[in-house]
């Protein structure tokens, strides 16, 4: 008898096919038969197959048959009895379980072995590929601990291999007993055993009713096995997917692992059936239609093994006499090439495909690609026209909303002070602290801008936490509270304990609004198994379980359950094997992505995955192939790519590549570009939708703003500067308006770092209270006098302790300088008369006020004198004679006008920078006044002032940015808000007349 094998001709929608010819075939009997399908989704949509032909044959109702999927057989489930496995097939062990046990030997192994013990996250991820060899090994049914292959590498491969695989052979050796010890099954071992069973309980007794394998390629030896036996049954049908009998036999014996028909050839071999005598599933005309044919052998001439493509041109010739010469236009029709210039561009190019197909009310579409970035714009894309499509691959648990809540918190609980930290977890729509989460939102905000977002005194006194701070703190204080060292387990709990504590928003927990929906459930199957296998993982800190979580977290796929949309959807391959739509999208066809490079991991290379008898790498190739061919057969199908990603140029993907490469040689490279061309409108509608011409732009142009005079100084300083103001005066009145007549002010960056301006801070306050309690002459041992206040001040702006110790040698130049310098001043007249003295003056004739805190202010027989301490670079004698930085100037007037608080009225006789920074020697007192005199500087400076007071009195006059070519305003906070990105010139001119 010949075995009842068929083939699911390809381009056909698979399962729709399937229900309505079993119903033909089998009719009432079918109903107790058991299909065996390749995946869950497979079994879903052969149910809804069922229904829809029991419809379209009039039924109101239909008794459908059992479904199930062979990667997933219960043995407590038919097709096997109550009890017949017991003693056979034991219980698979949990996955998480198994994971966290081979961290711990990997763990054990790497401390014996390195002396350095790893963390928790790094042993899962060095045992993760170690669980994908055992795997492996299982599904192939190689005996690794009987083979000789081991003895061969220790002494052939390379050491950092040798110690790998040693690694391996521990695990082998102590993975059989643990197993044996738990009485517990290898999951994969336990589905080849379970597949085993069912070979050798139909053999023994085989079932009358009928049995149907569809959709399985056959990769695994043991699946082979059942589909030797169902084909041989007499109510048995093994229905293979995309079979292709070609009629070469040079071919046929060429086919290879990266071939997309290898495994259905090891089923026919297996089976021990001649490749011609597999029939097709669906031999009515309407299957047969010359475009499916023709599509189905072009893309099995574009996919011959590589040995076989120099002969193409005698291909293209059979292919023609056998189908006609149309067979290549026949075969591309509706089948189009979508060449984008950039990933944006193609997922634009994709949605408006998808959008496309929602004209008609009944037509489906769907994207297919292993490329999630790509899906993901997509999706963003087809919310512009309020689309929303779910992804079948789903995203990490991390990505959704309860993982970022999950990370907030363990994140504050590491760095219970962080800015960042605290803010991302209070803005999170799951914190409530008791109350609506918004209103807690809405309280953050005010204390973020009041207390974190403006500059508090480094000096000031420790604030008193709000109220939903100090919620918040008890919240944390069951993890805070864990500052040493403890299992897994006990971090979890304690985290469910807060999540819930902080999710709350009245009286009761706030579990209700956590562990709900997908991602819900994900989490807390997750939490559970940490507490009942983390004491397998070696014990960590706040640190170590932020970085397990967020290793468990990225790994663990959240899946919707059921479409957002019903006639759109976004598949990887794996989930749209045997799916059907209307418009199939195959999108991201580089390499590198689909097919995706494969490797054979980081413990065991190519060579020696051969000897042992595991997969290799470029079997993926294969089904990859067959995945790409049977998608492609499909009646409407788009294949796309981009020309250029980020990182570069891309290479289209070799099944692309061949199938241009056979049409090109069939009607030349013009030809080939017009039968896969059909599709470019959708290009040029991309490109249309976001464009703007040259003409629609108008160029933005330089703010002009002229408010008038009584709104020019409304802020709480009034008609009035500070001397350091009148700097940006000069130079950038734009700034000058955003602060003073718009009243903005820049928000601190939260957790932003300390930088040269908080350096400089530092510096200023430790001169500042060194020279408050000590005056010249300075002898050397007052120097760590001046060290000691310097680190002070760097601990009061939050330096820690190892960068001040760091800082060690800079701190003892500066005091070296310092009191040399200051010596030298004072043997030359000068004394110290205040730090950081107030001063405050009315410009002559002028409703106007500058003020001001001088540095360091000195004082001679003659008159005061005035420094300023930079750790930067001072200004020069020649840009202060010119007027751009009137600073030294304007506090010599305050100090003629009697302003300096607890200081009488005096002339000055010397002003000058002090250059403190310490490095390499860097220390110069530079003096002002070379140039020109303090008293002409002075006057002109105040000159100047009056005269810019008079011009921005004029309400005509605008509020102009930056302007001066060369002396710019380098610390300006309102350049975005000038907008000067967009007008400037390359000397911050741009369009200015």
């Given amino acids: 008898m010949t075995p009842n094998v068929v083939n699911m001709p390809s381009g056909l929608p698979f399962l729709t096919t399937l229900a309505a010819g079993l119903r033909e075939r089998f009719g009432d009997e079918l109903q107790s038969g058991l299909i065996l399908l390749p995946t869950r989704r497979a079994v879903r949509g052969m149910g809804e197959a069922f229904v829809m032909a029991a419809r379209g044959e009039g039924a109101k109702a239909t008794l459908l048959p059992r479904m199930r999927p062979l990667a997933d057989i219960d043995p407590d489930e038919p097709p096997f009895e109550p009890g017949e496995l017991i003693g056979k097939v034991g219980p698979a062990i949990d996955a998480t ?38 795997d492996d090994a299982a599904l192939e049914e190689a005996e690794l601990t009987e083979s000789d292959a081991f003895a061969r590498l220790m002494g052939e491969a390379a050491k950092h291999f040798q110690d790998s695989a040693t690694l391996y052979r521990i695990i082998q050796d102590f993975w059989p007993k643990r197993l044996a010890e738990l009485k517990m099954e290898e999951p994969q071992a336990r589905k080849v055993k379970l597949l085993d069973a069912l070979v050798e309980s139909w053999t023994d007794n085989p079932p009358a009713h009928p049995v149907i394998i569809a959709g399985s390629t056959g990769s695994l030896r043991a699946t082979r096995r059942l589909m030797k036996i169902v084909a041989n049954l007499p109510n048995g049908l093994v229905v293979l997917p995309g079979f292709q009998s070609t009629d070469n036999d040079e071919t046929w014996k060429k086919i290879d692992e990266q071939h997309p028909q290898f495994g259905m050839k090891l089923v026919i071999q297996d089976i021990g059936m001649d490749r011609g005598e597999v029939r097709d599933f669906a031999s009515d ?14 893309l099995e001439e574009a996919l011959v093994p590589v040995s076989q493509t120099s002969d193409w041109l005698r291909r293209i010739d059979k292919l023609r006499t056998d189908r006609g010469e149309g067979v290549f236009a026949t075969a591309t029709q509706d089948l189009s090439l979508v060449e984008a210039r950039s990933d944006a561009e193609e997922a634009l190019a994709i949605s408006l495909i998808l959008r496309e197909a929602l004209e008609s009310k009944t037509r489906t579409a769907a994207l297919v690609t292993p490329d999630q970035q790509l899906a993901r714009r997509v999706r963003a894309q087809l919310a512009r026209w309020s689309v929303d499509v779910d992804m079948s691959q789903g995203e990490p648990l991390a990505e959704t909303s309860l993982g970022v809540f999950i990370d907030a918190i363990l994140a504050v609980a590491q760095h219970p002070d962080g800015e960042v930290e605290r803010s991302v977890l209070f803005n999170h729509p799951l914190t409530g ?40 703190n008890q919240a944390l204080s069951v993890l805070t509270e864990l500052n040493n060292i403890a299992p897994s387990g006990i971090w979890a709990s304690a985290l469910i304990t807060v999540m819930e504590s902080i999710a709350r928003r009245g009286e009761g927990s706030g579990g209700e609004f ?56 976004i598949l990887g391959p794996l989930e749209a094997r045997m799916l059907a739509a209307d418009v199939i999208v195959l999108g991201g066809l580089n390499e590198t992505i689909w097919p995706a490079t494969p490797t054979p991991g980081p413990f065991l290379s190519r060579g020696m995955r051969r000897d ?27 294949l796309t790519r981009s020309k250029r990603s980020e990182s570069g140029p891309t290479i289209a993907s070799r099944w692309v590549w061949r199938l241009q490469t056979l049409l090109q040689g069939a009607v030349g490279e013009a030809g080939c570009d017009e039968l896969l061309g059909s599709a470019n409108h959708v290009l040029d509608w991309a490109r249309q939708l976001d464009h703007v011409s040259v003409e629609a732009v108008t160029p933005a142009k330089e703010p002009t703003p002229t408010p008038p005079k009584d709104a020019r100084w409304t ?71 001046l060290i000691d206040a310097l680190k002070h001040a760097f601990a009061l ?81 020649k840009e202060v004679a010119a007027g751009f930085d009137p600073q030294l100037p304007l506090a010599a007037f305050i100090a003629q006008a009697g302003g300096l608080k607890g200081l009488k009225a005096g002339q000055t006789v010397e002003l000058g920078y002090m250059r403190v920074k310490g490095s390499r ?54 350049d975005d808000l000038a907008r000067r990105g967009e007008w400037a010139g390359i000397l911050g001119e741009g369009n200015r007349d």
């Fill in 97 to 134: 379980q198994r994971r966290f046990e081979m961290a711990q030997v990997v763990a054990h192994y790497h401390e014996r072995a390195m002396d350095l013990p790893l963390d928790a996250a790094t042993a899962l991820a060095m045992a993760d590929p170690l669980l994908a060899i055992l």
């Fill in 285 to 298: 005309i309407s299957a047969n239609t010359p475009s499916r044919i023709a599509r189905a052998r072009i």
């Fill in 433 to 472: 602290l008791g109350q609506d989460p918004e209103r807690t939102r809405k309280i953050w905000r005010t204390i973020e801008r009041q207390y974190y977002r403006t500059e508090q005194k480094p000096d000031a006194e420790p604030r008193e936490p709000e109220a939903i701070e100090t919620e918040l």
């Fill in 514 to 569: 956590l562990w709900r929906g997908e991602a819900g459930e994900s989490a807390a199957n997750l939490l559970e198994k940490i507490v009942m296998f983390g004491d397998y993982l070696p014990p960590v800190d706040a640190e170590g379980f932020l970085r397990l979580m967020r290793v468990l977290m990225t790994g663990l796929v959240v899946r919707p359950r059921y479409g957002r949309h019903p006639r759109l959807s």
């Fill in 612 to 638: 042992m008898k595991l997969s290799l790498p470029e079997r993926r190739y294969g089904l990859a192939a067959h995945d790409f061919f049977e998608l492609a057969a499909n009646p409407v199908v788009y």
């Fill in 715 to 785: 802020t709480e300083k009034g008609r009035s500067l500070s001397i350091t103001e009148v700097k940006t005066f000069i130079r950038d009145p734009y700034s000058i308006y955003g602060k003073h007549v718009l009243g903005l002010k820049r928000l601190r960056d939260l957790g932003q770092p300390l930088g040269a301006s908080e350096f400089g801070s530092a510096i200023h306050l430790g001169l500042e209270n060194h020279l408050t309690d000590n005056h010249p002459p300075f002898a050397p041992a007052d120097d760590e006098k």
């Fill in 797 to 877: 702006y939050g330096y820690e302790p190892e960068i001040i110790a760091k800082e060690q040698a800079r701190f003892e130049a500066i005091a070296f300088a310092l009191r040399e310098e200051l010596n030298r001043r004072h043997k030359n007249g000068f004394d110290i008369v205040g730090q950081e003295v107030w001063g405050e003056a009315a410009v002559p004739e002028r409703d106007f006020t500058i003020r001001g805190k001088m540095d360091f202010v000195e004082r001679n027989p003659e008159g005061y004198g005035f420094v300023d301490f930079k750790t930067g670079t001072p200004t020069g004698d």
């Fill in 921 to 974: 020697g860097d220390f110069e007192y530079k003096r002002i006044g070379n140039e020109k005199s303090v008293d002409e500087l002075m006057e002109e400076s105040i000159e100047t002032l009056s005269k810019l007071i008079d011009r921005f009195d004029d309400p005509t006059t605008p509020y102009q940015s930056q302007v001066r070519a060369k002396f710019t305003n380098s610390w300006s906070d309102f």
